[in-house]
């Protein structure tokens, strides 16, 4: 059995935004993913969303897409949480949008597969 956990994206204070590493979830059943956000400065607020590619490993500009109904808001300190079965693409990455403040965020992504 295949399994994940990687950190998605590690610790950094976002401004205006911010995008993961591409994460290989080939042979993987389900996801799940946690993000930390902390107060770094001001009245932090923005979103997160996840994003799929369908395309093959080393495609040198691989096309994004949003998954559905991924978006996430946040205005001050939480934990965001997603969680996916079936998951039948073999890229995902996060992208944080921060429209107030400075947000620390730090992402996590666990999985099981074959």
Same mark, same amino acid.
């Given at each position: &059995?295949?399994?994940? @956990? $990687?950190?998605?994206?590690? %610790? ?6 911010? %995008?993961? #590493? %591409?994460?290989? #979830?080939?042979?993987?059943? /389900?996801? $799940?993913? &946690?993000? =930390?956000?902390? #107060? #770094? ?15 093959? /490993?080393? %495609? ?5 897409? $949003?998954? /559905? @109904?991924? =978006? ?8 965001? @949480? ?14 944080? !949008?921060?429209?107030?403040? !400075?947000?620390?965020?730090? &992402?996590?992504? @666990?999985?099981?597969?074959?």
């Amino acid at each position: &059995m295949r399994i994940l @956990n $990687d950190l998605l994206l590690p %610790t950094q204070s976002v401004t205006s935004s911010a %995008t993961s #590493v %591409t994460q290989d #979830v080939q042979h993987i059943y /389900a996801i $799940d993913v &946690m993000a =930390s956000v902390t #107060v #770094v400065s001001g009245t932090i607020a923005g979103s997160i969303k996840l994003q799929k590619s369908d395309d093959p /490993a080393g %495609t040198a500009s691989p096309v994004w897409f $949003d998954i /559905a @109904n991924s =978006s996430q808001s946040f205005s001050g300190a939480t934990t965001l @949480n997603w969680a996916y079965a079936d998951v039948a693409y073999p890229f995902v990455r996060a992208v944080v !949008t921060v429209s107030s403040g !400075t947000a620390g965020v730090t &992402m996590r992504i @666990n999985g099981k597969g074959a």
